[in-house]
Structure formats: C-alpha cells, structure tokens
C-alpha cells in the first residue's frame, strides 16, 4: 500500500514547466494537486487523484484556484545587501537626490551613532530621476558633517560618500575611482573606491546573521526558494552554515566565492557542488568590467555619452577593466583546474569576449556550466559562442527597465546599441543556456520576468513560459540541480511559488501579481493567503 503524503496542495492550477509549451493553454487534463512526502514531490494529478495519498495525518492546503509553479531560483544576488536594503536606508524608490538626502537624515536622526557610526543608504538609481545625477559629497554633507555616509548605487559599483568618508579613507581609495571636479573630490566613488567602504562596513557574524535572515523573510515573499548567493563578504558562508545546523536556513543557498577566496576555498578541500541539500559550493566568482550606470562596463566603442565623464582621459571613454584579460585568465585557470564551476562578471561586449575567450582555454566550459553574469551588451557572434561552447548567460532581467526609449541605455549607449541590449530571445533562438537572476536590484522575480515579457524590443522579449523557466529550470540548470529542481514533477524536491493570479493571464501587469504561498522542501515557509 502506498504511504500517505504529508502535505498535499489541491484546488489549484499546477504549470509543471516541465516543456516550453506549458502555460496558458486549455487543456482538461491540466494537474489540479501535488502530494508531498519527505520534502519530494510523489504525485501530480487531479485533485481526485492526488486526495488517494490524504491520511490520518496529512496536511491539505486547499489553494483555491491559484496558480502552483515551481519555486523561483534567483541565480545571481547578493543576500547580505538585500538585508541592508531593509535595515539601513533604502533609496531605491527616492525621486530625486532631495528625498535621497531626506532618508538618510531620517534614518542619521533615528539611529544611535554609539551603536551604528556609519549612516547607509543603498538603492539609489538617477537614471530614473528628473534631476539625474548622482549624489555628491555636499548632499551627504547635508546629512552630517560629523558622521560617516556612504549611499550606494544599486549597481553596487558607484557610491557617494560624504567629506568624513574622505577624510578617513581618501588614502584607501585609488585615486583613478575617485570623481574629482578642479582637483576636489566630488564624493562620487566607483569600483575599488568603492571596496575600500565596504571592506570598512562589513557587518560582524551577528549582523551578517540579522541581514541574511532579514532578506531571507524578504526572499520568500518575492516567492524565492533557492539563491545563487554572490558571496563578496567573507562572513556570509559561515553564518549560512550556521543557520542550518539551527534549523534557521528555510531556502537552498549556493554559495559563490569571490576570486581572492579562491586559496582558502582550496586549503579546505571545497568544491563545486559539495555540500547539503539547502548550502551548497557553487563557483568562484570574478569581475572583468564595471557597470553602465558608473560608465565603467568595458566596450568596444566609445560611450555616447563620454563627454560627460568628469576629467575623462582616453581609457574612460570606453570603461575600464577591474580585472584586466590577463588577471581573468589566471584566475580561470587555477579556478577551474581545481574543480570549481567559474563565473565572471562581463557587461559591456568587449568584457563578454575576454571572458568567452578565457572559457574557451578550458576546453570544457559547457560540461563545467561556466557563466557569464550579466550578458547586457552581447555581439552576434558573441550569442553564437554561447550557444557553440555551452556557457551560461547569467543575466538579470529586471535590467530591461533601463532599455525603454530615454532610459539609461539610451543616455549610456545610444539607441542603436540600446536596441542591442538583454537579447534574451536571440540568446534562446540560438541555443544558448539561459538563466535568470536579480543582482538584488531589487530581489524580484515577478518584476524581472514583467519586463521580459514586455520588454520595448522583440530580440529581447520572451513569452511568459520561457520567462518563467528561465527563473526556474534555467537557474537551476545553471547550479547542477536540473534533476532535483525547476519543475514539478514526481521525484523533484518539493519547491514551489503560489502566485494569486495567472501570469499568462495577466500579462501586461505580471509584476503587481501577488505571491500567495512560497513552499521549500515539503514545507511552507510563506503563506500570505488572505483568505
């Protein structure tokens, strides 16, 4: 006789994505259940089916009709900085550098200098401002003149800090990421500059603990499951361990380890791949260029916009390298010869082809799942390299926000290559592996895939299916754990995404659906049913 499950989920409208028709189709024989036993998916079918496996002591959710997905995977964020979001000043809906400046004092006025010297914002975006500039020493000054404040981007590779920062740091920073005006800094930092900040920031292990906790909460009402965790903070693969072994950790982490952790990683004997069913080793992470927002991704022609760098020399007008070809190739190298799945950030086309040709030296950057983060500014031939070697196009949708006629791309690119920016549906046409992510920018999957779905150019527009697998069976893909998650299906782990409304149902505003319930391993760890 079979055992009953332990949680059933019926009344509800199940999209397996198994394949890339799933979705809105009419069909009478769409699952209406899932039964889980033991954290595994064990049956999916009618409702009537699937109530053969209710026992004496079975949970049954009854969804109501909402529509059951597998759980998102977000393949690319920062878990730290989305706990800093929600615990320090979070400027990612300010308007102007004004309301910047008045978050900040708010939170300088409400919080103890004793216990919190620096005051934090994170989030700021000037792109979308009418008054679209970024912050400068005098607005922070504005804030205090006695306490340090630091406001990131939230690209993360451009800051503004205020004179006490400079003051104390100033000899940190290289003088090359530092903006100055008639020999004075601005306050507007970039790329190492801007690790000098975060390396004085970094939270203790009891921070860090509160931050990844916090975004965890924030993680599962976006409907998140699993992240692929960009671990730029040393303390962070320590307290997810932790969290585990105290039963706090209720999402599956694959952490990446930055580039210069990579002798640490192999003095303890780790490796892609290694590890339990919720922490995982994932691959070493390393940057090559910069960013758009900070003109500081590496391109092949000049920015349109070049006249505008303050103090511009001829390097500046087509970005620069924060870690050069050659430094990127060492560091593959070593990473992949010792076993370990590599990804490096490339953004503009000329740092996707350092990196595709760093790959190719491997001779097996397909069978390994190296990946590229972020793929904004992708060649052509650059799309059939992805497609031939098998690289992962790591990339980040919610990015698209910024490919609408006078957003950013326009201002950085021009609107020819703005045109060519997150060819999403050209990368998939051609084969390549697609998997998508956040950059906590912000963590979101419904808003990526909104802007996927209705994204201004048809080389980048997908259909809400194909949106929908490549924040699931395409992430997982990417992570080794296309067996175990991405669909729902029988002998899979039992994570899942409850959204309010169909997504195919509603697909010009995708990205105001509610999640209802968000479910890992067999067990809810959101539920936000009103009903």
């Given at each position: ?69 597998p ?20 400027l ?28 934090l ?25 006695t ?30 990421d ?7 800094p ?42 692929h ?45 290694h590890g ?7 691959a ?38 924060v ?28 740092a ?72 999403y549906?050209t ?15 912000p ?14 150019v ?19 893909y ?11 299906e ?33 067990v ?8």
């Amino acid at each position: 006789m079979t055992a009953p499950a332990d949680l059933i989920l019926t009344n509800a409208e199940v999209h397996t994505l198994a394949d890339d028709s799933a979705g809105n189709d009419d069909t009478d024989d769409r699952p209406e259940a899932v039964a889980i036993r033991d954290g595994e998916i064990v049956r999916v079918d009618s409702a009537y089916e699937v109530n053969f496996l209710n026992g004496v002591q079975t949970e049954v959710i009854d969804l109501g009709g909402r529509v059951l997905l597998p759980g998102f995977i977000d393949a690319h964020t920062h878990m730290q900085t989305v706990g800093s979001y929600l615990v320090n000043a979070d400027l990612s809906d300010a308007d102007s550098p004004a309301d910047c400046v008045d978050l900040l004092a708010e939170l300088d006025e409400d919080r103890d200098s004793s216990d919190h010297e620096w005051v934090l914002g994170y989030g700021f975006d000037e792109s979308m401002w009418d008054e679209s500039r970024y912050l400068t020493r005098d607005d922070l000054d504005s804030v205090s003149e006695t306490r340090p404040v630091a406001a990131f981007r939230e690209d993360l590779h451009v800051a503004s800090v205020n004179g006490v920062v400079l003051d104390r740091l100033g000899d940190e920073m290289p003088e090359e990421d530092v903006e100055t005006e008639n020999g004075e800094p601005t306050g507007v930092i970039v790329e190492d500059a801007v690790n000098a900040v975060f390396e004085t920031i970094e939270p203790d292990t009891e921070t860090t603990r509160e931050l990844l906790l916090a975004a965890q909460r924030d993680a599962h009402e976006k409907g998140v499951t699993g992240v692929h965790d960009m671990c730029r903070q040393s303390r962070a693969p320590e307290v997810y361990r932790r969290l585990e072994l105290e039963g706090d950790l209720t999402m599956r982490v694959r952490i990446n380890y930055w580039s210069d952790h990579i002798e640490a990683a192999e003095e303890v004997g780790l490796v892609t791949n290694h590890g339990s069913s919720l922490v995982t080793t994932g691959a070493i992470k390393s940057f090559t260029d910069g960013s758009f927002g900070g003109r500081t991704a590496k391109l092949s022609k000049p920015y349109a916009d070049a006249e505008e760098v303050v103090d511009a020399d001829a390097d500046d007008v087509t970005g620069q390298w924060v870690v050069s070809p050659e430094e990127l190739d060492d560091i593959v190298t070593r990473a992949d010869g010792a076993g370990f799945q590599v990804t490096a950030h490339a953004i503009g086309d000329e740092a996707i082809e350092a990196v595709l040709d760093a790959f190719d030296e491997t001779g097996d950057a397909g069978e390994k799942r190296h990946r590229v983060e972020h793929v904004e500014l992708v060649t052509d031939e650059q799309i059939e390299r992805f497609a031939e070697s098998g690289v992962i196009a790591s990339v980040q949708p919610n990015f698209l926000k910024w490919a609408q006629p006078g957003g950013l791309y326009d201002a950085r690119l021009g609107e020819e290559r703005r045109k060519q920016t997150n060819r999403y549906r050209t990368l998939l046409d051609a084969g390549a592996h697609l998997a998508f992510g956040s950059d906590c920018m912000p963590l979101d999957p419904l808003l990526g895939i909104h802007q996927t779905v209705n994204a201004p150019v048809e080389e980048q527009r997908l259909s809400v299916t194909e949106a929908l697998r490549a924040y699931t069976l395409g992430a997982a893909y990417a992570g080794f754990d296309e067996d175990d998650l991405g669909t729902v299906e029988v002998g899979k782990k039992a994570d899942f995404t409850v959204l309010d409304h169909s997504p195919w149902e509603h697909a010009d505003d995708i990205e105001n659906i509610d999640v209802a319930m968000t479910v890992v391993d067999g067990v809810v760890a959101f539920d936000g049913r009103n009903d």
